[in-house]
């Protein structure tokens, strides 16, 4: 039986600067209010994996996040960029998979790419060493939509081998947190529903399996 709650990016908490206090915020957030990205964007994998919806944005908590997971293809699986643009921040260098932890806890490998539309994607969860690594990407690269990231993995709070994507519009100073997080994200007012080609409705939802391609 899979696991029925993955406990990545609780997003559940803003830390408020100067004061060790976790204040709940967007845990009832409709993902109805989250607007449609502006960008198209691929599913996330390399070419021909197949892959499955654990959480779309209304399931997954806190909503306006996406995990999926993959079933078949080539392995290691391998998570791709999901639209051109430059990369914008990496973390790699964790290991251990954590559950039940406060966000601030979390020690999640991602990444961050941003796109000329403004809107930026996060990758989470990455495999050690596999971004810096065998994919041999820094901060600062150019990828293409495809370009190999780092291969699925479940380090940090997670309880499963799986990706956790976002699409957001950050703050444009200081846009994200050392862990990953986005800053000024209260009610996650900066999260946008993805838009996926070739995707049907062009939104993924929880269950469903789609095969990974790129957009036409
Ligand atoms: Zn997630």
Redesign the pocket.
Known sequence: MMVRS?F??VRTFVLLPGLFLAVPCDAQTPAASIPASQGFYRLPYADGTTLEVF?DVES?RPVG?T?LFAVDGQRPYRVVAAAAGRIMAIQDGYSEQQSGRAARECRNNFVWIAHPNGEWTNYSHLAHGTVTGRAGLKVGDEVQAGTWLGDEGTVGCSMLDHV?FEVAVPRRDDPIDAGGFLNDNADGARLRRPRFCGVEGEAVRKGERHRAGSCR
């Open positions: 993955i990545s990016h959480d997954h996040r995990d956790h």
